[in-house]
């Protein structure tokens, strides 16, 4: 197997445990292993409901927190052991982009802001007119025109401008990876579709894979390559997101899927579904399956361990439940 | 249980109106002119019936809601139209003193991020009881706790959580706690802003299906604002779609799923990322026109593939070209 672009090793983040808080620990990422090829470039989706780790995994990945224990490779090298330069580097070929496009704006700029700072910080250009040229081309992979958006403030782009201009400022350093943290969440409806289209377009055209973090299955579904569904700091299921998603195995995972409201009112959901009375579910217990107080079709054995993932089909389907443990 | 609504038979002529919005206009001053931010909308709410709000952000539909309830803050004025309840009640025109005793136990709010809106420091069942006490007077403290007991059992709620406060609860909980505080005065009308729109699928699931659940055992009529479409489908009976201050279309669900008429309910519509079959990405340009400034005639000519000369003049109204289904476009004319 050639050299992987990223990968993710064991990655297990506790926060808490300090004296302040008591000695109270949350497991927020749990023992997760990823794999990113250098090529082709992958849309690879990281979803779950909130507190299911998926920020922890994008903060672990951009470097702004520290794993507890495992490991964090890109080409190789080991994020946390890196230099000065060397992380220079790594931040340039790995960026992001965030969910609010209202926030990271500073509202005193104008946006051109945004793309001089990056030029600045990385010398990307030589002269200004060389430097105005890269920020047209970035801008134009998303479709927009400089003249139009550079010297506004950003309260006077909509939304979706926002984003995409997010987006331009990650396309001006032509990373390798852009770990994209709930980018369409914030965008109305009919314009996700155009954030979407672009984030296909920078993985077919210019081989830039993201990791796709989202608590939205039906985009995942739309434009996804690989799923990776996390239950409480766990990976619940992984897998081809179209495989995943059309057949899902774990029962968290069809429950979720079940709970998507379709657009049809012919098709309602089915019957009713309710939590447990017992809302104590995010006990964090270290033994056994998270998903335990809540599953329809949990079995002692839940408790004792934590079902490790089992292959459960073709393209690394694979399950962390034990209803599979003997069929594959 | 089953939740079908009788959206097929619908003869709203027949049924009792619950609130009647009759040519709303909201205005927000800014430097550079007014904004119309709700501009002349009309509709009726049927007694027992869940209406769904829908558009994208800044079309308007939480300030008709405030509107509505008449908190619409400054710079937010409203500057005309009509809101009656049963048929009896003009809100609009009310004292404020009035108007105190009529909100809440009329018209209630589940406001946007309702869960926020708990105040922290407050067990659960004090502002509960803080409700009901400041529009029905001072009662006995047993009537009350049976009371607001009987309203958590209404909306799925284990009476543990009584003497809780707010942290204590999870977000589907306190999301439900606020119904609950919804229903305590039995109000004709209850407002839902984005009811559920922090909350994580299931979660959500749960939330919508306590609402189905008190419509039916209650028979109040709802509003519910909201911009995902598959939860309306679940959800509501009608839906009614706004865009930039304008109603646009207004249909029994699913009529308006399955037929829609007005360009932008079927932008709308097409837009939602489907669960059931991959299929390439629909991406419009959308470029909405300046508020303070529209152009004459259709609101939404700038963004419609249909546009037509008379669209540019004539802005169209809202009429109703099926029976129960109404349209504000020119070429159903």
Known sequence: MPQPLLEVRNATKIYGGGFLQGGKQVVALQEFNLTIPERPARIITIAGESGSGKSTLANLVLGFIELTTGQILFRNADVSQMNRARQLDYRRHVQAVFQDPYAVYNPFYQVKHIFDLVIKNFGLAKSKPNARQLIEDALNVVGLQGEEVLHKYPHQLSGGQRQRMMVARAYLLKPDLIVADEPVSMVDASLRAMILDIMLRLRDEHNISFLYITHDLSTAYQVGDEIYLLYQGVTAEQGDTIRVIENPKHPYVQQLIDSIPVPDPDQKWDSDISLPDDEQLRTQTDSGCRFYPRCPHRLDRCLTKQPPLYQIGPANHQAACYLFSERY | MSYNTPSDDYRPNRRQVALEVKDLQVHYATPEGDVRAVNGVSFKVFRGELIGLVGESGCGKTTTAMAILRLVQPPGRIIGGQVTVREKIDLLSLTSQELQTVRWKEVALIPQGAMNSLNPVMRVKDQIADAIQSHEGKQSRPALKARILKLFNLVGLPSRIYNMY?????????????????????????????????????????????????????????????????????????????????????????????????????????????????????????????????????????RCPHVRDKCREVAPPLLEVKPTHQVACHLYE
């Open chain 2, 166 to 302: 707010p942290h204590e609860l999870s977000g589907g909980m306190k999301q439900r706690v606020c119904i609950a505080m919804a229903i305590a005065l039995d109000p004709t009308l209850i407002i839902a802003d984005e009811p559920t729109s922090a909350l994580d699928v299931i979660v959500q699931r749960i939330v919508a299906q306590t609402l189905l659940d008190i419509k039916q055992r209650l028979g109040v009529s709802m509003i519910v604002i909201g911009h995902d479409i598959g939860l309306m489908a679940q959800l509501v009976d009608r839906l009614a779609v706004m865009y930039a201050g304008n109603l646009v279309e207004v249909a029994p669900v699913k009529a308006a799923l399955s037929e829609p008429l007005h360009p932008y309910t079927r932008l709308l519509i097409e837009s939602i990322p489907s669960i059931k079959e991959r299929k390439p990405l629909k991406i419009t340009e959308g470029l909405t026109h300046d508020l303070r400034n529209p152009p004459p005639g259709c609101i939404f000519q700038l």
